[in-house]
């Protein structure tokens, strides 16, 4: 199944891009074990998307937990959390 994938703000500069396309193995179908899979990739991917970061997650532009199934097509997006003043 192939998605896009969009990073923002902090997350975005850490990984060095703003979006991709991402083929994923069958056995990844939720919005956490996409993000364990980009972990995986190691270096700044491990660092930035660690578990005890505090990142936002959204899928298809509307905010999620790690357990929201994803299709074929979806958009996921990561994005550290924002403040406001």
Do not use: N
Not at 33 to 60: F, K, N, S, T
Not at 62 to 82: H, L, N, R, S, W
């Amino acid at each position: 199944m192939k998605i896009s994938l969009k990073y923002f703000a902090a997350l975005r500069e850490a990984v060095g891009t703003g979006q991709e396309q991402l083929e994923l193995p069958p056995e990844v179908t939720t919005v956490g074990q996409v993000r364990e899979l980009l972990r995986a990739r190691g270096g700044v991917w491990a660092e930035a998307l660690a578990p005890e970061r505090a990142v936002r997650m959204a899928h298809d532009q509307v905010m999620c937990g790690g357990d929201t199934p994803i299709g074929e097509g979806a958009e996921v997006a990561f994005f550290p959390p924002v403040t406001g003043g």
